[in-house]
């Protein structure tokens, strides 16, 4: 196939980007023109990762985005919901009885404002950018709608770039089956609309497709993976954390058995989203404190200098990059983030995830517990994320080698994945399907 140009696109998140990144590089390596587009506060991520950024949209923090869609009344009513753990926040919900209309529409309006609060900027700069440059795929990971947009706007092939379990497109699958039974004016679809809503400015309309993409690149292990209505790309998981260095007490063997802690890059940019307030985190560092391990947890200086006192079996950092110190650990505790996630897979680490703040956890949580892999506590409530229930699981994980074989096991299934340079050929061949213009170069 003639070299392609492939566009990456991807909202302002350092965690998104570095998911991307590897596949990326293989598609460039291979010979194809590649560009990463995102809001300019990524651009640095972006060119720090060996490739070339087109900032677009606004340079306002894609978190003060999110705050400021929000007015008090809507905040107290997603906060309300978030406490609950509903659709907004968690999309693993299976049971038809919980699946009511009133939740479903709800849900969906609150996608809507998300998704536009995370997108809009970035829309038009992109679609003007993909109008000269001519992409012939578009890789957008499962949040960065703009791609969707973009690719719809001038006929390129798209795809989208799954961050966790497919969860989101279930619930789209039950929401369009229990709007089908609703009376005809009151089938109301936000989604719909507001994308529609894009697609109609550049003479286009809306199809599922825009939700979907033409396909889905997917790293979830196959036994791990929900049924999807679309084509799948399955891919290998290959860590990346940014540029990184490997510090000093890190150049050896642990002295104990080694434990990290860790709860996303983002928490200093989202401190409302944390998995675990100042005071969990106390709880924990002081439950953990008489365990013979080497405790390593990584959190932004302002929460360190909240935390007061540290154990004497406690190492607090900033930052280490996660191929690093992964697979010199025994254990890893995490918020569920897809990165540490798969981390721990591809090195048959038992992991411990705590809480509920990445949309397909409660679906993931009692997966890798029925795998044998590690443990999950959901925290509904603040009592569940107690520093003695984390004590008590992660001594389970480390005493019982049964967790390490169900790792084991897991990560045999990620590495039958084909790796980046092998998805190559196939990502051409789907772009050849799906692309809808003839190819015009400026």
């Known amino acids: 196939m003639t070299a392609m140009r492939v566009l990456f696109a991807t909202i302002p998140v350092r965690s998104h980007l570095h998911l991307l990144a590897p596949m990326a590089w293989a598609l460039q390596a291979a010979g194809h023109e590649v560009r990463v587009a995102s809001g300019p506060e990524l651009t ?4 720090g990762a060996g490739l070339t950024a087109v900032p677009v949209g606004s340079d306002q923090p894609v ?25 907004l926040v968690d999309l693993s919900e299976n049971r038809e009885e919980e ?46 709608y703009a791609g969707s947009i973009a690719a719809t706007a001038v006929g390129a092939a798209h795809g989208r770039f799954l961050l966790g379990l497919n969860v989101d497109a279930r619930m789209r699958r039950h929401f369009l089956r229990v709007r089908a039974q609703q009376p005809p004016e009151d089938r109301e679809d936000a989604l719909a609309d507001w994308l529609g809503g894009w697609a109609e400015k550049y003479g286009a309309s809306f199809s599922e497709e825009m939700v979907t993409g033409h396909f889905t690149i997917d790293q979830t292990v196959a036994s791990m993976l929900l049924d999807q209505d679309v084509p799948r790309v399955p891919l290998g998981y290959v860590p990346y954390n940014g540029p990184s260095v490997v510090p000093d007490w890190l150049r050896g ?21 944390q998995a675990l307030s100042v005071a969990q985190l106390r709880g924990m560092l002081d439950s ?16 360190q200098r909240q935390l007061g006192r540290v154990p004497d079996n406690t190492r607090m950092v900033t930052f280490v990059p996660l191929h690093a110190i992964v697979p010199s650990c025994s254990a890893v505790i995490h918020h569920g983030g897809p990165g540490l996630f798969l981390d721990s897979i591809a090195h048959d680490v038992p992991q411990l995830i705590v809480s509920r703040v990445v949309p397909d956890i409660g679906e ?34 480390l005493d019982d080698p049964a967790f390490r074989e169900g790792a084991g096991r897991l990560r045999e299934g990620l590495r039958a994945q084909p790796a980046p340079a092998q998805v190559v050929g196939e990502l051409e061949r789907l772009t050849d399907r799906y692309r809808s213009r003839s190819t015009r170069r400026p």
């Open 99 to 144: 699946l009511t209309w009133e939740r479903l529409r709800w849900g969906f309006r609150g996608a809507r404002m998300t998704n536009a609060a995370m997108n809009d900027s970035m829309v038009e700069d992109l679609v003007e950018y993909c109008r000269w440059w001519q992409p012939d795929l578009v890789v957008w990971d499962s949040v960065s």
């Open 63 to 87: 978190f003060e985005k999110l705050e400021q869609m929000m007015d008090d009344e809507l905040r107290a009513t997603v906060q309300e919901l978030a406490e609950r753990g509903d659709l």
């Open 288 to 303: 953990l404190a008489d365990l013979d391990i080497e405790l390593v947890v990584t959190l932004p200086e302002q929460f």
């Open 44 to 47: 640095d991520v972006i060119t």
């Open 364 to 397: 993931r949580g009692p997966r890798l517990e029925r795998a044998g892999a590690g443990l999950w506590i959901p925290g509904d409530e603040p009592a569940e994320l107690s520093g003695a229930r984390i004590r008590d699981h992660l001594v389970r994980l």
């Open 253 to 273: 063997d642990p002295p104990r058995r080694r434990v990290l802690a860790t709860f996303g890059v983002s928490l200093e940019q989202a401190e409302r989203h």
